[in-house]
C-alpha cells in the first residue's frame, strides 16, 4: 500500500477508502493506497496554518531562494517525473517530458510575475510617503487535475509559496503518482515542513478540503465540478477562488493560401494530447463551398493517418484517454450527435488493444439538432459549415464558455473583426488553439473561469494588495470644523 497523506514533511497511510488507479494502456496497477481520511485532511489544513505564521514573514528574497531551489531540484527528476504522469494517465512520454520541463520553467515565469504584479511601490507625498504592498491569503487549498497533473497543480502551488501562502494539495485520482515527486523536490529544496501538506483521494477527500478552514480554493477541472465548487462558497467573499473550467473551444478556417497548413493547425488543435486538454478546438467552422470541403478532406486524412500508442511507444502521437470510462463517454457523445443529425466523416473507435484507447474522430454537424454546448475530453473534432465570415463569428460565439478560439486565414482585415468579436481569453491566429505562453495569462469568461486567470496572472490570485500612506508622526488635521 502506498502511503496517501503527507504532512509536516513525513508520508503516512490514508485511513479512507482503498483506491487503484490503472495504467489506461497496460491496465497495470501503478498506484495502490488508502485515500485520506476527513481527519487526515483537518490535520494537513491545521499544519498549513501554523506553518503560514513563519512562512508569510520570511523575506521575499528567502521564499524565492529556496523556489528556486525546487526548479533545480524538478530539473533533476524530469525522466521519474515524465514516466510517472505516462504511467498513470497514458499520456505519450515526449509530451511528460515537456510537461516535467514546464514545470521547471514555471518557478522562473512567477518569480518574474510575483515582482511585476504583486510587488511593492513606493511614493513620496506631502504628509510623508504612500506604500503598495501585498499580503498572502493564508492557507490555499490546490486540487489537481488528471491531464496535466504536474504542470497545472504546480502552477498553482509554485505562485502561491512564492506570496507567501501555504498549500494542501489534492492530486486527482486519476494521476497521483507525481505527487510524491513534487513532494520530494520541495523538500530537498527546503521548504519548511508544513508549508505544502498533500492529500490522496476522491470526492469525500475532496469534500473534507473543501469544508475545512482553508483561506482559498485553486481549481482547474470541469465546469461541473467548478460551478459546484463556487455554488459551494456562495456567500463567502472571505474564501478567494481561481476556477478554470475549460471550453467548447472553435476554430475558425477562412480561406487561408495553404490548405495543407489548415488541416495540420486543426488536426492540432483538436487531437494533442488525445483531446485532453481544455484549450483543445471543438468545433471546427469552415465556409460552405470546396475549399472548406479540401480542408475537411485533408483532416479526415491527418485523423486516419494518426499514429495512436502506448506511452512508451516510439513515434506514437496519441496515447489513450484517461480510462476505459472516459473512452467509452467519447463514444456515446459521438451516438448522440449521430442521433442528433450529425454525420460520421471519421468515427471515433474503441481500438481492440482495450484500455482507453480510441481513434481520432470527425463528425460534420452542420445539420444536427440541438447540439449540446457540452466539453467532450476526447480526440473527437465537429465540423460547423457556414455561408459567411459573419456566420463563423455567430457560431464560434454561441457557447457559454470562452477558454480558448482561433482563426486560420490569411487575411488581415479577417484577423482584425475576430480578435475584436470572438469571446476567448486565448485567441490565437494560425496556431493551434491547444497552447498557451506561459508569460501570459490563460483563462477566459463564461463558465470557463470566474475571471481569475491563470499563469502569468496567477500572481493576482495569490495575493491581496495593501495600500498605506504612512507619516513619521501625529500630527493636528486643521480641518474645517475641528476644534482649535
Same mark, same amino acid.
Request: glycine share 12%.
Given at each position: 500500500?502506498?502511503?496517501?497523506?503527507?504532512?509536516?514533511?513525513?508520508?503516512?497511510?490514508?485511513?479512507?477508502?482503498?483506491?487503484?488507479?490503472?495504467?489506461?494502456?497496460?491496465?497495470?496497477?501503478?498506484?495502490?493506497?488508502?485515500?485520506?481520511?476527513?481527519?487526515?485532511?483537518?490535520?494537513?489544513?491545521?499544519?498549513?496554518?501554523?506553518?503560514?505564521?513563519?512562512?508569510?514573514?520570511?523575506?521575499?528574497?528567502?521564499?524565492?531562494?529556496?523556489?528556486?531551489?525546487?526548479?533545480?531540484?524538478?530539473?533533476?527528476?524530469?525522466?521519474?517525473?515524465?514516466?510517472?504522469?505516462?504511467?498513470?494517465?497514458?499520456?505519450?512520454?515526449?509530451?511528460?517530458?515537456?510537461?516535467?520541463?514546464?514545470?521547471?520553467?514555471?518557478?522562473?515565469?512567477?518569480?518574474?510575475?510575483?515582482?511585476?504584479?504583486?510587488?511593492?511601490?513606493?511614493?513620496?507625498?506631502?504628509?510623508?510617503?504612500?506604500?503598495?504592498?501585498?499580503?498572502?491569503?493564508?492557507?490555499?487549498?490546490?486540487?489537481?487535475?488528471?491531464?496535466?497533473?504536474?504542470?497545472?497543480?504546480?502552477?498553482?502551488?509554485?505562485?502561491?509559496?512564492?506570496?507567501?501562502?501555504?498549500?494542501?494539495?489534492?492530486?486527482? !485520482?486519476?494521476?497521483? #503518482?507525481?505527487?510524491?515527486?513534487? +513532494?520530494?523536490?520541495?523538500? @530537498?529544496? &527546503? *521548504?519548511?515542513? /508544513?508549508?505544502?501538506?498533500?492529500?490522496?483521494?476522491?470526492?469525500?477527500?475532496?469534500?473534507?478540503?473543501?469544508?475545512?478552514?482553508?483561506?482559498?480554493?485553486?481549481?482547474?477541472?470541469?465546469?461541473?465540478?467548478?460551478?459546484?465548487?463556487?455554488?459551494?462558497?456562495?456567500?463567502?467573499?472571505?474564501?478567494?477562488?481561481?476556477?478554470?473550467?475549460?471550453?467548447?473551444?472553435?476554430?475558425?478556417?477562412?480561406?487561408?493560401?495553404?490548405?495543407?497548413?489548415?488541416?495540420?493547425?486543426?488536426?492540432?488543435?483538436?487531437?494533442?494530447?488525445?483531446?485532453?486538454?481544455?484549450?483543445?478546438?471543438?468545433?471546427?467552422?469552415?465556409? !460552405?463551398?470546396?475549399? #472548406?470541403?479540401?480542408?475537411?478532406? +485533408?483532416?479526415?486524412?491527418? @485523423?486516419? &493517418? *494518426?499514429?495512436? /500508442?502506448?506511452?512508451?511507444?516510439?513515434?506514437?502521437?496519441?496515447?489513450?484517454?484517461?480510462?476505459?470510462?472516459?473512452?467509452?463517454?467519447?463514444?456515446?457523445?459521438?451516438?448522440?450527435?449521430?442521433?442528433?443529425?450529425?454525420?460520421?466523416?471519421?468515427?471515433?473507435?474503441?481500438?481492440?488493444?482495450?484500455?482507453?484507447?480510441?481513434?481520432?474522430?470527425?463528425?460534420?454537424?452542420?445539420?444536427?439538432?440541438?447540439?449540446?454546448?457540452?466539453?467532450?475530453?476526447?480526440?473527437?473534432?465537429?465540423?460547423?459549415?457556414?455561408?459567411?465570415?459573419?456566420?463563423?463569428?455567430?457560431?464560434?460565439?454561441?457557447?457559454?464558455?470562452?477558454?480558448?478560439?482561433?482563426?486560420?486565414?490569411?487575411?488581415? +482585415?479577417?484577423?482584425?473583426? @475576430?480578435?475584436?468579436?470572438?469571446?476567448?481569453?486565448?485567441?490565437?491566429?494560425?496556431?493551434?488553439?491547444?497552447?498557451?505562453?506561459?508569460?501570459?495569462?490563460?483563462?477566459?469568461?463564461?463558465?470557463?473561469?470566474?475571471?481569475?486567470?491563470?499563469?502569468?496572472?496567477?500572481?493576482?490570485?495569490?495575493?491581496?494588495?495593501?495600500?498605506?500612506?504612512?507619516?513619521?508622526?501625529?500630527?493636528?488635521?486643521?480641518?474645517?470644523?475641528?476644534?482649535?
Amino acid at each position: 500500500m502506498m502511503p496517501s497523506v503527507y504532512i509536516d514533511g513525513k508520508w503516512a497511510e490514508g485511513h479512507g477508502p482503498r483506491l487503484v488507479n490503472t495504467c489506461p494502456a497496460t491496465g497495470e496497477a501503478v498506484w495502490d493506497g488508502n485515500a485520506s481520511a476527513a481527519n487526515q485532511v483537518d490535520a494537513a489544513v491545521a499544519s498549513a496554518r501554523e506553518a503560514f505564521h513563519d512562512w508569510s514573514r520570511l523575506p521575499q528574497g528567502d521564499r524565492t531562494t529556496i523556489l528556486e531551489r525546487y526548479a533545480e531540484e524538478i530539473g533533476k527528476r524530469t525522466e521519474a517525473i515524465a514516466t510517472t504522469i505516462s504511467r498513470d494517465m497514458g499520456k505519450v512520454l515526449w509530451e511528460t517530458r515537456a510537461e516535467a520541463a514546464t514545470m521547471k520553467a514555471k518557478v522562473s515565469v512567477s518569480i518574474a510575475a510575483q515582482n511585476e504584479r504583486a510587488g511593492s511601490k513606493f511614493e513620496q507625498a506631502a504628509f510623508g510617503s504612500s506604500h503598495l504592498t501585498h499580503r498572502a491569503h493564508g492557507v490555499l487549498a490546490v486540487f489537481g487535475p488528471f491531464n496535466f497533473p504536474g504542470h497545472l497543480p504546480n502552477g498553482h502551488i509554485v505562485p502561491a509559496l512564492l506570496a507567501g501562502n501555504t498549500c494542501v494539495f489534492k492530486p486527482s !485520482e486519476l494521476a497521483p #503518482g507525481v505527487a510524491a515527486l513534487m +513532494a520530494e523536490a520541495f523538500q @530537498a529544496a &527546503g *521548504l519548511p515542513d /508544513g508549508c505544502l501538506n498533500i492529500v490522496h483521494g476522491a470526492r469525500d477527500t475532496g469534500g473534507a478540503l473543501l469544508n475545512a478552514e482553508i483561506n482559498g480554493l485553486l481549481f482547474t477541472g470541469s465546469a461541473n465540478t467548478g460551478v459546484f465548487f463556487h455554488k459551494h462558497f456562495a456567500g463567502r467573499p472571505d474564501v478567494i477562488l481561481a476556477l478554470e473550467m475549460g471550453g467548447n473551444n472553435p476554430l475558425i478556417i477562412w480561406d487561408p493560401a495553404d490548405v495543407e497548413a489548415a488541416a495540420d493547425i486543426a488536426a492540432q488543435s483538436s487531437f494533442l494530447t488525445t483531446g485532453q486538454r481544455c484549450s483543445c478546438a471543438r468545433r471546427i467552422i469552415l465556409p !460552405e463551398g470546396k475549399f #472548406g470541403d479540401s480542408v475537411v478532406e +485533408a483532416i479526415i486524412a491527418r @485523423a486516419k &493517418g *494518426l499514429s495512436i /500508442g502506448a506511452w512508451d511507444e516510439e513515434g506514437a502521437f496519441m496515447g489513450p484517454l484517461v480510462s476505459e470510462a472516459a473512452a467509452q463517454a467519447a463514444t456515446d457523445f459521438q451516438m448522440m450527435l449521430s442521433k442528433a443529425g450529425g454525420k460520421s466523416l471519421r468515427r471515433l473507435k474503441r481500438m481492440d488493444r482495450g484500455g482507453g484507447f480510441v481513434t481520432a474522430g470527425v463528425i460534420d454537424v452542420t445539420e444536427a439538432h440541438h447540439v449540446p454546448d457540452e466539453e467532450l475530453f476526447g480526440p473527437l473534432m465537429q465540423i460547423v459549415r457556414v455561408k459567411t465570415f459573419d456566420d463563423a463569428l455567430i457560431r464560434a460565439n454561441a457557447t457559454r464558455y470562452g477558454l480558448s478560439g482561433g482563426l486560420v486565414s490569411d487575411d488581415d +482585415a479577417l484577423w482584425v473583426k @475576430a480578435h475584436r468579436e470572438m469571446r476567448a481569453g486565448i485567441l490565437n491566429r494560425n496556431r493551434p488553439t491547444a497552447g498557451a505562453s506561459g508569460s501570459m495569462p490563460f483563462g477566459g469568461p463564461g463558465l470557463s473561469g470566474n475571471f481569475r486567470p491563470g499563469a502569468y496572472y496567477a500572481a493576482d490570485y495569490c495575493a491581496w494588495p495593501q495600500a498605506s500612506q504612512v507619516a513619521d508622526k501625529a500630527e493636528r488635521m486643521g480641518a474645517q470644523g475641528f476644534p482649535k
